[in-house]
């Protein structure tokens, strides 16, 4: 009896598996909230009084506080990126806490503006335009904290092991999903905050 063994070809992209894995991830992750903001249009055109009210109850300053400072972190996620790259730890260390700071400080002004509302009895059942607001910050929320996770195992084992200039594709690839969380909420300030 014998065995025979065949082998197949394999196509090769070029690309770091993880980082592939990345963006399919992202491409269902812009399906998904590609829904939030067809609901968002459609229930806008079909109430759009309570729409435009309800949205000048939203503090534009403090949201554009916070667009600055998410946009700040994307910004110290590709310098940590490309510090690891270039074999510099103590940079890639610095320019990730940054990130992982201006990443906390954007969930407390979140926060902030939450309890603000709240203390106006205003809720994610008030009314139509709030229960998409509501509905739409908070995954981009959740998706703040899915971000911060993994940043903060990956600084916490470069202070405790080193982390290899080798494995400077999965910051990669935390980058891509980083940067995602940015975009998606540069989509999300005009459309909750601006258009109105």
């Not at 509905?135 to 470069?158: D, E, Q, R, Y």
Request: glycine share 8%; with cysteine.
């Amino acid at each position: 009896m014998s065995t025979a063994t065949t082998t197949t070809s394999r196509f090769n992209t070029g690309i770091y598996h993880g980082k592939l894995g990345m963006w399919v991830f992202l491409a269902s992750e812009i399906m998904f909230f590609a829904g939030f903001f067809g609901a968002f249009i459609v229930l806008r055109d079909l109430n759009i009084e309570v729409f435009t009210a309800s949205a000048h109850q939203l503090d534009k300053v403090v949201a554009t506080i916070n667009t600055a400072v998410l946009i700040g972190s994307s910004l110290t996620m590709a310098l940590s990126h490309l510090a690891l790259e270039r074999g510099n730890e103590a940079k890639f260390r610095l320019f990730l806490t940054i990130t992982i700071v201006c990443a906390f400080a954007f969930l407390g002004i979140k926060s902030y503006e939450y309890a603000s509302k709240f203390s106006q009895d205003i809720y994610p059942w008030t009314n139509t335009f709030f229960a998409t607001y509501f509905t739409m910050t908070g995954f981009h929320a959740l998706h703040v904290i899915g971000g911060i996770i993994p940043m903060v195992w990956m600084l916490g084992k470069s202070l405790v092991k080193g982390y290899p200039q080798s494995m400077h594709h999965r910051v990669e690839a935390l980058g891509l999903y980083w940067h995602f969380v940015d975009l998606v909420w540069i989509f999300l300030f005009p459309t909750l905050y601006l258009i109105f």
